[in-house]
């Protein structure tokens, strides 16, 4: 008697969030810590894989493509450490240099070189920014829409972020961005604290998810 395969069932929708390890002379970092809270939660019908990258130019962005292409998410929101930021950044634009200020974990400093050479100047986010904005502020979230990622390990990660969904096929339908958090209060000061930064991180992904076309809302800068 011949017995038919049963077929294959659809891989399960996941949302990647990453955060990146310590650097800079301290102890922890936020981002990771945050991300790594959400791990395995359900989010609309998603399931939340959390992973971290190492502060350290090209090394992250190995990491980020094996994780791309394994778990082949519908979204991505790479999360990074910003001290001296007071509210969630939700970043707009990445740049394609590098200009390190600090070296990174690995003691590398590019300066003025491309994350992507022949990539473009920049890359947008394809997050709803606006949207997800709005939802934290009813949230009484502290949150703002960020026009600079830095040039430093996160950018370079947020750029090479969007390249691989712009160029790799099996990423066309995948949307993703990156968003800073400040510090944590033993860390100094300005901070927020982890449960609010892993709950303003859960309506962000939510709303990512549920948002397809954004919304118009003013959240720009004069300088």
């Excluded at 200009?99 to 491309?114: E, K, V």
């Excluded at 950018?155 to 958090?181: D, I």
């Amino acid at each position: 008697m011949l017995t038919r395969k049963a077929p294959a069932l659809p891989a399960p929708a996941k949302v990647l969030l990453t955060g990146f390890d310590a650097f800079g002379g301290e102890s922890l970092n936020p981002s990771w810590l945050a991300v790594k809270a959400l791990h395995g939660r359900k989010i609309v019908g998603h399931t939340v894989v959390a992973a971290q990258l190492p502060t350290v130019f090209d090394d992250s962005l190995r990491e980020l493509d094996a994780l791309l292409q394994k778990h082949q998410p519908a979204l991505v929101i790479c999360v990074g450490q910003a001290g001296g930021r007071n509210a969630l950044s939700l970043e707009r634009v990445a740049i394609n240099v590098n200009d390190a200020r600090i070296t990174d974990n690995a003691a590398n400093q590019p300066i003025d070189t491309p994350v992507i050479s022949g990539g473009p100047a920049a890359y947008f986010t394809t997050l709803p920014i606006k949207a997800m904005l709005a939802a934290l502020r009813q949230e009484e979230i502290a949150v703002e829409v960020s026009q600079t990622a830095g040039t430093f390990v996160c950018n370079h990660v947020f750029y090479g972020l969007m390249h691989a969904l712009a160029t790799k096929r099996k990423l066309r339908h995948t949307r993703g961005g990156f968003v800073h958090v400040p510090f944590l209060p033993e860390q100094g000061k300005p901070n927020m604290a982890m449960e609010d930064m892993v709950r303003g991180l859960r309506l962000a992904v939510r709303c990512a998810l549920q948002t397809r076309e954004d919304q118009l809302l003013g959240a720009g800068t004069t300088h």
